[in-house]
């Protein structure tokens, strides 16, 4: 009997792992096959040169920068909001704060993931904006500044919570040496047991940007649905999951080239951020074989 329960859950788990990779490979396979088709009509070359993208226009552009400039511009200003105030909270949860806040904080801040992006994007458009219009004159009511901000905002609890657990599963014998070596308790933390740590901060980090670079609702509500080939935070600009969202709400002919936009759009996401895991995986084994 307790063999037949092994064998059930072997085969369940197994069941698990294959239906994870046919449904990845399902989801690759469509994004491919409908790119192909979208590739046979419009050049490759076009789409990953041309500084327009206008596919619902009259005058048709098919160019991809616009869309991706879109993108890195407020995936750049979210981590740069949510890495240092996410790298500052796990060292000071880890390293200073007493045992029983760290219980108490940890699970307030990870409930800032839990809440719906949309609800993010309007509080960027309603609260954020506004104020940021107050102290950037000329700061349009549409644009990256205030969707990429509010993006770090929630985003911070992948960087202070996965580097938290990082931080503090760093052996207490390491802390003990650079004491005994007579190393402060700052030191410590920043030339000890932030680099010990550094391959589970930097799968913090990198979890953090693809989350950045596949928001949808944030950007579609605050950022604007204008691509341009921009890098001023201050202006409309389109990403390319706003593009997808707003194809899909169903004005465009099931078929045409310019539904097809869509697949081409998301495989170049799918490339992108398959690109940034490979990149962060052998970030991170570099530094485990640096410091095993």
Do not use: C
Not at 98 to 105: A, D, G, L
Not at 116 to 124: D, E
Not at 183 to 201: D, E, H, N, R
Not at 220 to 245: F, K, S
């Amino acid at each position: 009997m307790r063999k037949i329960k092994e064998l059930v859950i072997e085969r369940s788990l197994l069941s698990s792992a294959l239906i994870t990779i046919v449904i990845t490979i399902g989801i690759v396979l469509v994004l491919a096959i409908e790119a192909f088709h979208f590739f046979r009509e419009v050049s490759i070359i076009d789409f990953l040169t041309d500084t327009q993208w206008t596919p619902l226009f009259v005058d048709k552009h098919y160019g991809i920068l616009p869309l991706l400039s879109g993108t890195l511009l407020t995936s750049f200003i979210a981590i740069s909001v949510a890495l240092p105030i996410g790298l500052s909270i796990s060292i000071y949860l880890s390293e200073y704060a007493p045992k029983s806040f760290r219980k108490t904080v940890k699970p307030l801040l990870e409930l800032l993931a839990a809440v719906p992006t949309v609800v993010y994007g309007f509080f960027a458009l309603i609260v954020v904006t506004p104020i940021l219009q107050q102290i950037i004159p000329g700061l349009s009511g549409f644009n990256s500044l205030s969707a990429g901000f509010v993006m770090g905002i929630m985003i911070i609890p992948y960087i202070s919570s996965i580097s938290e657990d990082a931080l503090h599963a760093v052996p207490n014998a390491l802390r003990e040496a650079s004491f005994g070596m007579g190393a402060t308790k700052l030191q410590t933390a920043f030339k000890v047991v932030v680099p010990a740590a550094s391959s589970g901060i930097i799968v913090s980090i990198i979890l953090a940007i693809s989350r950045a670079i596949g928001e949808t609702m944030i950007v579609a509500v605050a950022a604007g649905q204008q691509p341009r080939l921009t890098l001023d935070p201050t202006v409309p600009v389109e990403t390319i999951t706003a593009y997808i969202v707003q194809v899909s709400l169903g004005d465009v002919e099931h078929g045409s080239v310019e539904y097809r936009t869509i697949f081409a759009a998301g495989i170049t996401l799918f490339v992108f951020t398959f690109l940034l895991n490979t990149l962060s995986y052998r970030i991170r084994k570099k530094y485990q074989e640096r410091y095993e």
